[in-house]
């Protein structure tokens, strides 16, 4: 028999097998778990060859999943200006000019999240606030809320934003004693920014996917669920794949704009391999309870002229379901609300009426605003339903949105466990933290509707058994046992043991993804 490239000792490991639910060691050939036991059992498997790590009594549980994710928006967040925190213009000088210095080769200095509210000058920044730090390229910063946004005057010239222009549903503001736009931008206004502002070239968006596959190995994501919005990302992936850069495994989420191409050319969910494969065509049914765009049967209860948007006929979202459906291609559709819940599960219940087909695992995307009817329904069809456990920490305005007797069905995730479906979790990030940990602490210690709350086995299952489930990897992923993949995290701290709240300290020491360590925080003795 070979001997082990890697054995892994002294550690308290969670395999969430439940045949063999605890172990203290395990070992690692090639890109495969082929022990799992005791020191001494496994440490049978060593050889000269061997490299050991002690981890010193550290939790290690299977590598966790991130269900939904925008990878390029993440990258692109962490490559731009993060203004956020920031207390003063002073301040937000300072760090546009050294942003400036650092990245000389980028033709826009891009980002923001900004807060005026904060400024100790309490006003918004100018133009000419800007220019004294960056005069000679263009720059763009967005409010925090993205809603509002700053120009200097290299871009207001490139944007030909002018004291005449006048913008539908936006606005640009004068400064009042010259009469002279003074660089905020609102609303659609911002639109004519994001005209002139080149799109990325391919390194550049290699270099944010690459940025967001690094950041996301540390906190812990072996594979990542990556919502695809250009052909620059899908090639970005390949080439880090083919160069042995990827760090994490990916599952390309593909938007229903593509499925035409997808279905002519053949391509079913499940092709590639191991590290990247064909995930599934994503739909968006309706927008978000933020926006008060999501879909609700009734009026918004702090808006009551309003009850949402779907962004499709049902007519029309039949037949993208249906084609999808039968072209052997699994489908994740975005639904909020329980107006479009409802719709997506119409169209689901007449596809799989038509063309019954069993083992589909079809999704729908947060699943957000829900009903006992609802959750009957989903639960008949036996589709995934795909949480953000962090979004019950940010949308604490949920309640003021649909009141309080639609706010007790809001992410009701434990009724969901407990009717007996399959839970899958994500970040959505960058529009919340992509740390599973923290969604593994909001699942579990929530403050709204406690009742909904994960037990820690439940919501450690949603990041990694339901997770590799729903990518069709159920026999080779999500667990930690001899024969599957090997991807696995070690834990500072083990989350059985401590209180919910504490959860969100842990710390994540190493990752391990396709048999190698692709992070480590702290050097763990470690031998031949
Ligand atoms: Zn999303």
Redesign the pocket.
């Known amino acids: 028999m070979l001997s082990a490239e890697l054995i892994i000792l002294n550690a308290n490991i969670i395999t969430l097998n439940p045949k063999q639910p605890k172990a203290e060691a395990l070992a690692i050939y090639g890109a495969r778990i082929t022990a799992v036991g005791s020191n001494k059992e496994v440490y049978r498997q060593a050889g000269p060859e061997t490299k050991t790590i002690d981890v010193r009594g550290k939790t290690v549980v299977p590598g966790l999943v991130d269900c ?1 994710v ?1 990878m390029t928006g993440f990258g692109d967040f962490l490559q731009s200006l993060n203004l956020r925190n920031v207390d003063s213009i002073i301040e937000m000088q300072t760090k546009l000019h050294e942003y400036a210095k650092r990245n000389k080769e980028r033709s826009w200095v891009l980002g923001g999240r900004w807060d005026q509210e904060r400024f100790s000058e309490k006003r918004y920044p100018t133009r000419k606030d800007l220019d004294a730090s960056v005069n000679d390229k263009p720059v763009f910063l967005t409010r925090v809320c993205g809603h509002v946004g700053v120009a200097n005057s290299k871009a207001l010239e490139l944007a030909g934003i002018t004291r005449q222009t006048a913008v539908t549903g936006g606005q640009v503001d004068l400064d009042k004693a010259t009469g002279e736009p003074d660089g905020i931008l609102r609303e659609n206004a911002i639109g004519l920014i994001w005209k002139v502002v080149p799109k990325p070239t391919l390194k550049e968006v290699e270099e944010a996917c690459f940025a967001a596959c690094e950041e996301a190995v540390k906190v812990g994501l072996v594979c990542v669920h990556w ?1 695809i919005s250009s052909a620059s990302e899908v090639k970005a992936i390949q080439r880090l794949h083919s160069e042995g850069k990827l760090p994490l495994r990916v599952c390309l989420g593909i938007s229903v704009d593509d499925l035409e191409e997808m279905v002519s050319l053949g391509l079913l969910t499940g092709f590639g391999d191991d590290m990247v494969k064909i995930g599934f065509i994503k739909i968006l049914a309706d927008g978000s309870l933020g926006g008060r765009t999501a879909a609700l049967k009734q009026p918004y209860s702090d808006k009551p002229e309003t009850r949402g948007m779907m962004l499709y006929t049902q007519k029309k979202l039949n037949e993208l379901v249906a084609k999808a459906h039968q072209a052997g291609l699994q489908l994740a559709i ?1 639904a909020i609300g329980d107006r479009a819940i409802d719709f997506v599960l119409r169209a689901y219940e007449k596809a799989l009426k038509e063309h019954p087909r069993k083992d589909h695992r079809h999704r729908i995307e947060h699943c957000s605003v829900l009903n006992k009817s609802l959750v009957k329904r989903i639960k008949k069809l036996k589709l995934i339903a795909s949480i953000q456990p962090h979004f019950v920490f940010s949308d604490f305005w949920a309640t003021d949105r649909v009141g309080s007797t639609r706010a007790r069905w809001v992410y009701p995730f434990k009724t969901l466990m407990q009717e007996g479906l399959t839970l899958v979790s994500g970040s ?1 990030g960058p529009v919340e933290p992509i740390d599973p940990i923290l969604g593994i602490w909001a699942a579990t210690a929530r403050k709204s509707n406690p009742q909904e709350s994960l037990t820690v086995e439940e919501a450690l299952t949603t990041y990694t058994v339901n997770a590799a489930f729903s990518s069709f990897d159920e026999h080779k992923r999500g667990t930690i046992e001899a024969g599957k993949l090997a991807d696995m995290v070690v834990l500072s701290d083990d989350p059985f043991q401590i209180a919910p709240d504490k959860i969100r300290n842990i710390a994540v020491e190493m990752t391990i993804a396709n048999g190698k360590v692709v992070y480590a925080k702290q050097t763990f003795q470690s031998s031949h």
């Open positions: 939904h925008h919502m975005h959505d």
